[in-house]
């Protein structure tokens, strides 16, 4: 059985083993190792994580399956644009992938999206990243590209779309 929560700020270290177990063999192909830990470090820091839940920037939920919390997920209104929510995150326990839980977790964004009468998801795809293809599936679409530098480091993304 499924099971999708709210996080809290007592969840904050169940989110940071999902990001630290995820990315390693997410991203080690594809980015240098040094820059995984220092975008781990950065994004995934506990008062980082806590303002962004506080300020309400970004609202975590938590999947729970297989008797374990195995992903989770994080959204929030675009700054420039709070008519437009933003997949921040999306993760899956590497063990856990391809089971449908990534669909469960965008699905339960869609219906609180739905419920306040919100209708655009945007979300960043690393270009490099094969989650590209798993996001098409879902509906998403390629509408920009964009640069974004984070400490020395510079990610090449996608901007991808979803008009519920």
Known sequence: MIKI???????????????????WPTFSKILPAEQIRYMLDTIYD??????????GSQRFILLEAESRRCAFAAYGPRKENPEI???????ILPECQGKGYGVELIDEIKRRLIAQK???????????????????????????????????????????????
């Open 5 to 23: 929560t709210d996080a809290t700020i007592d969840d904050i270290p169940t989110i940071q083993d999902i990001a630290e177990k995820t990315w």
């Open 46 to 55: 506990g008062s980082t994580l806590a303002k962004s839940m506080a300020d």
């Open 85 to 91: 929510i933003k997949l921040h995150k999306i993760y």
């Open 118 to 164: 919100l209708s655009i998801l945007d979300l960043n795809v690393y270009r490099y990243n094969k989650a590209k293809t798993f996001y098409e599936k879902l509906g998403f679409n390629v509408i920009a590209e964009e640069d974004l530098p984070i400490g020395p480091y510079r990610l090449d993304d996608f901007v991808m779309r979803l008009i519920i």
